[in-house]
């Protein structure tokens, strides 16, 4: 099991304590693109292939809904 993957796993395991990085590093090893925030926007755009999420910079952790919505799109796309 390859590092990412166990990242990954514990990401799913526990949606509650996730950093921002580690979604960001997930996102970016799997080829999606990052556009960052203009403006004084949080939120950072990730595409690729025509799907694409939206996800906010926040400190501790990131929301849950939105691990979650990463979550479903990595396991749609097969990490």
Request: no cysteine; hydrophobic share 30%.
């Amino acid at each position: 099991m390859s590092q990412l993957e166990k990242l990954f796993e514990q990401i799913r395991n526990n949606p509650k304590t996730v950093h921002f990085e580690e979604l960001d590093k997930i996102l970016r090893r799997i080829g999606f693109e990052r556009r960052q925030p203009r403006g004084g926007s949080s939120h950072y755009v990730y595409t690729k292939n025509g799907k694409q999420i939206t996800v906010p910079y926040r400190r501790p952790y990131v929301l849950e809904v939105y691990v979650k919505q990463v979550i479903d799109l990595v396991e749609g796309d097969n990490v």
